[in-house]
């Protein structure tokens, strides 16, 4: 790519995102007792804001609180379980954080009782293919949307990952659901695209995407790609522990931001906003900055 397309993403209440002239750092937040990458370490609600101060403290623009896992082969949870997880965390980190907070949820209930907290930010993994009122959400309250793609529940989505290529296969998905979030009133500027690292995907077919993540760019929405830590990686690094996975996780979020990427999601806010700072001075040398 010659040069990352600039973009404003309108937030509630707050000031908007600028995308573009940086690459934002998102950090991960699992308040959950089975994440793939912690180990349920953030369930606790006080640990979990503690931990979303301290990567605020190390760099983090955007913070992202989610309640229900959705590695591969995970059950679905109920909406008041997972609102009992999230919203104080939510609550608080908005009350005493200084940057953006996102819900990770696909439910409008979550999003709605967490948007009325202070989220600005709803990040959808299932391109809203869930929940027929999300948008809705995000629309009547102004929050902005990320769509994910992916295919099936968590439970099945491997058996989805039959591509005729990838990439174009996924941009096409994408572009079905930005469709779908502005015919139910979501502007398309407060749209974000992810390409869905791992989900109903093949270590292939994400290694494909994050190759030619650059190809995102046609759908003229900024890109947020989420590599960090995934089992992707075990193709090259070999089996070993999620948290094991930094190093790789490094080389992948390098890539990212090389493929255009506005905004990376990470477990290693510190460690990663150094590697996103020398992959922007690179991408600006490249595009003639």
Not at 79 to 103: C, F
Request: net charge negative; with cysteine; aromatic share 4%.
């Amino acid at each position: 790519m010659t040069k990352r397309a600039r973009y404003t993403v309108p937030l509630p209440g707050r000031p908007p995102l600028l995308l573009g002239e940086r690459t934002l750092v998102m950090g991960i937040i699992n308040v959950t007792p089975d994440s793939f990458a912690d180990g349920g370490l953030r369930f606790d609600a006080a640990r979990a804001i503690d931990d979303g101060l301290r990567m605020i403290e190390d760099g983090a623009d955007i913070l992202d609180v989610g309640g229900e896992s959705t590695r591969p082969g995970a059950e679905p949870l109920d909406a008041d379980e997972e609102m009992r997880r999230v919203l104080p965390v939510v609550e608080a980190l908005v009350s005493r954080g200084a940057v953006a907070v996102s819900i990770d949820t696909y439910k409008a209930d979550v999003a709605r009782a967490a948007v009325a907290r202070g989220a600005t930010i709803v990040n959808d993994v299932s391109g809203l293919q869930h929940d027929p009122d999300l948008a809705g959400v995000c629309a009547s309250t102004g929050a902005a949307l990320i769509l994910m793609h992916t295919r099936g529940r968590s439970r099945d989505m491997y058996g989805e990952a039959v591509y005729d290529d990838v990439v174009d296969d996924v941009v096409r998905e994408l572009r079905q659901a930005v469709d779908r979030a502005t015919a139910a009133g979501v502007p398309l500027e407060a749209i974000v695209v992810d390409p869905g690292f791992g989900f109903a995907k093949r270590a292939e077919h994400s290694f494909a995407l994050l190759a030619r993540l650059e190809q995102l760019a046609a759908l003229g929405r900024p890109i947020l790609s989420g590599p960090s830590r995934k089992s992707f990686l075990k193709q090259a690094l070999g089996e070993r522990q999620p948290s094991a996975r930094e190093w790789g996780t490094a080389a992948a979020v390098t890539a990212s931001v090389l493929g255009g990427a506005h905004i990376v999601r990470v477990h290693g806010v510190r460690e990663m906003t150094d590697v996103v700072r020398v992959a922007d001075r690179i991408l600006g040398v490249r595009s003639g900055k």
